[in-house]
């Protein structure tokens, strides 16, 4: 099926170590996205790439990096992970940026820091 | 204040009941707005954009009050399906990038 796919779907990481994780959408998308969600709390957005080539920070980027590997692909990297970055996070992609009605979401990274 | 704000609920209400939620934003130069749904542990998916006459898809109808800034979705004749976390989504306006502004959600519960 067409869509978002996010790798890995969970993950258990020790404080300080590192991990990237990866997006791919097949629906020819120009932007890319990475949210995080906490409880209680609505979508933050982590990075994002508006189209090939560009990334852009978002509202949370501390302790992140990202990469627009390709217009199909954009990961996100924890260099040394911390305990707040325990979260679930989600790669979304639109036809163009900031249109909101056309985001489609990968599945999610459950991702947790001890 | 958040950005966008919605009672987290539950709402916990029967089959075939009219429920209705609201959500409020701040930036009243607010220029599109949508409401999600999210199944528990799933990702968010587009349930219907807010447009400023207001606007209708089967059982669901969402509004716009742009004066008190707030936007709302009613649900009839509620379905067990219709049992998820409804998110708020706002773009506000920025002269830049259009960047959506989630609210935390409203959990609805819906029982036999």
């Known amino acids: 099926n067409a869509g978002v796919t996010q790798t890995p779907k969970f993950q258990v990481l020790k404080t300080g170590q590192s991990m990237t994780l990866q997006c791919a959408q097949d629906?020819?998308?120009?932007?890319m996205y990475w949210y995080r969600q906490d409880p209680g709390m609505g979508l933050r957005l982590i990075y994002y790439?508006?189209?090939?080539?560009?990334?852009d920070k978002g509202e949370v980027p501390n302790g992140y990096n990202v990469s627009r590997l390709n217009k199909r692909e954009f990961s996100l990297r924890l260099e040394s992970a911390a305990p707040s970055q325990t979260s679930v996070y989600f790669c979304?992609?639109?036809?163009?940026?900031?249109?909101?009605?056309?985001?489609?979401f990968g599945s999610g990274t459950r991702l947790t820091v001890v | 204040r958040k950005e966008v704000e919605q009672d987290p609920g539950p709402f916990n209400v029967p089959e075939g009941a009219t429920v209705a939620f609201n959500c409020t934003y701040s930036?009243?130069?607010?220029?599109?707005f949508f409401w999600y749904r999210q199944d528990c542990r799933k990702e968010p998916k587009l349930l219907m954009s807010?447009?400023?006459s207001g606007n209708e898809d089967g059982r669901f109808t969402a509004q716009l009050n742009r004066a008190s800034q707030y936007i709302s979705l009613l649900i009839r004749d509620s379905k067990l399906s219709d049992s998820a976390t409804y998110l708020c989504?706002?773009?506000?306006?920025?002269?830049?990038?259009?960047?959506?502004?989630f609210g935390a959600g409203t959990r609805l519960a819906v029982h036999p």
């Open positions: 979304a992609s639109s036809a163009f940026s900031g249109t909101g009605s056309g985001y489609t």
């Open positions: 629906m020819n998308h120009n932007s």
């Open positions: 790439s508006a189209s090939e080539g560009t990334t």
């Open positions: 930036n009243s130069a607010s220029q599109s």
């Open positions: 807010v447009y400023s």
């Open positions: 989504v706002v773009i506000p306006f920025s002269g830049g990038y259009n960047k959506l502004i």
